[in-house]
């Protein structure tokens, strides 16, 4: 029996989160503690915050997406491209390092909390990123234009599975440029 290949679209998205992956990896072997924990301004994120920020919007961001895909299994099967909605390209964009043109401020239960332990920290975004992909692995196929997640950020902000998919990447990618230029204060 043949392994039915992943849409491209999906294993494109799969290369971002691996892509994370690796970058947090590689900051775990070169930071030492003092780098993890400095903050490059009062009112700005240690590296170490904003794995965690990152690790508390995955877990928002997973729980999401499966309530949307519960949604999708009894639909027919997709075969078309997947698009973003408005709102994904949006976010998308303005999250994005190329082209970004809007700045947003994070809302306080996403904020670090106070006691940060690397290792711990660390280890769980190793663990959501492979959730992640398995996520974006189990929902091949599946109409993800037609499931709507709510935003971990605001519950009035919905938008398609496909687009809050694309939105994490970025979005992860977007705090690891964070986290390296606070590691790299000093």
């Known amino acids: 029996m043949e392994t039915p290949t992943l849409s491209p679209q999906l294993s494109q998205l799969i290369s971002e989160f691996e892509a994370a992956t690796e970058r947090v990896t590689k900051m775990q072997r070169e930071y030492s503690e003092e780098q993890w924990q ?5 009112e700005r994120w240690s590296a170490i915050e904003c794995i965690w920020h990152l690790n508390w919007t995955s877990e928002k961001m997973i729980e999401n997406v ?6 999708l299994e009894s639909k027919p099967k997709h075969q078309d491209k997947y698009t973003l909605d408005f709102v994904g390209w949006f976010l998308a964009k303005s999250l994005s390092a190329k082209g970004r043109f809007a700045k947003f401020k994070t809302t306080a239960p996403s904020a670090s909390q106070s006691t940060m332990y690397i290792a711990e920290v660390l280890g769980r975004f ?9 996520t974006i692995r189990e929902s091949d196929g599946l109409p993800l234009g037609e499931g709507r997640v709510i935003s971990p950020f605001n519950a009035k902000m919905r938008y398609n599975v496909y687009s809050a998919f694309c939105v994490t990447a ?4 977007r705090h690891l440029d964070q986290a390296e230029r606070a590691a790299m204060t000093k």
């Open 38 to 42: 400095q903050k490059p301004g009062p």
């Open 66 to 71: 499966r309530q949307a895909l519960a949604g």
């Open 126 to 134: 190793q663990e959501l990123q492979e959730e992640m992909i398995r």
């Open 170 to 173: 970025v979005h992860e990618h």
